[in-house]
């Protein structure tokens, strides 16, 4: 199993421009996430999605798009970029156990810069 | 609404002392605990959890949690801090019916010769 990978693992971009962020898990896991996480900010959700064609947004969802059309892949879309999306971000994946889900797999990260 | 407080924001130990890293969580039921390692430049890596079952949960490099339900605590301990476990960790919350993680906003762990 690769478990979930991310890619670009880095990307510059212009203030304006737009792009997308994918994440991919091979665990048939329901839940994944995104995350972005800035110094002395710990990781704060950006949206997330309990199964396919199910999305909610998270603490920071503005800016950002997403969408899970299947179980496997849940990319992220940056649709205007600003200078204060430059951060560093993280894709996870769980499974449910029970009524609660069990731990998350977190992908290798996207560093992301905008200039 | 759930969330994760870490006290501390960073946390400087000498090597071979205890290390404690707080975490408390505020939920009206027992959740899912989690902790998480985080080194330089690297993804999060699960240390360790508690679902059900045993309070005292040991995880991976010697690490550690009780779950106290009358606290509401989940502190991570080792008893003897190597250099290799300088990094920053995370605490982090699950709760019922499908509701989303919460995590702390981090402790980081430097370990001194």
């Known amino acids: 199993n690769a478990g979930v990978t991310q890619t670009p693992k880095f990307q510059v971009l212009k203030t304006g421009q737009s792009m997308t962020l994918q994440c991919a898990q091979d665990?048939?896991?329901?839940?994944m996430s995104w995350y972005r996480q800035d110094p002395g900010m710990g990781l704060r959700l950006i949206h997330y999605s309990v199964g396919a064609g199910i999305t909610d947004q998270g603490e920071v969802p503005n800016g950002y798009n997403v969408s899970r059309s299947t179980t496997e892949d849940f990319p992220l879309r940056l649709l205007s970029a600003a200078p204060s999306q430059t951060s560093v971000y993280f894709c996870a994946s769980s499974s449910l156990q029970g009524n609660s889900y069990n731990e998350q797999f977190f992908g290798p990260g996207t560093r992301l810069t905008v200039l | 609404a759930q969330s994760v407080t870490q006290l501390g924001s960073h946390v400087s130990v000498s090597e071979g002392a205890l290390v404690l890293l707080r975490c408390n969580y505020s939920s009206s039921v027992p959740p899912y605990l989690f902790w998480y390692v985080q080194y330089p430049n690297q993804g999060l890596q699960l240390l360790l959890k508690y679902t059900t079952g045993a309070t005292l949960v040991k995880g991976i490099n010697g690490f550690e949690a009780e779950f106290k339900k009358s606290e509401t605590s989940f502190h991570l301990t080792k008893p003897s801090a190597h250099m290799s476990d300088a990094a920053e960790y995370f605490c982090a919350v699950s709760g019922y019916n499908f509701n989303k993680f919460y995590f702390g906003s981090g402790t980081k762990l430097n370990v001194k010769p």
């Open positions: 665990m048939n896991h329901e839940y």
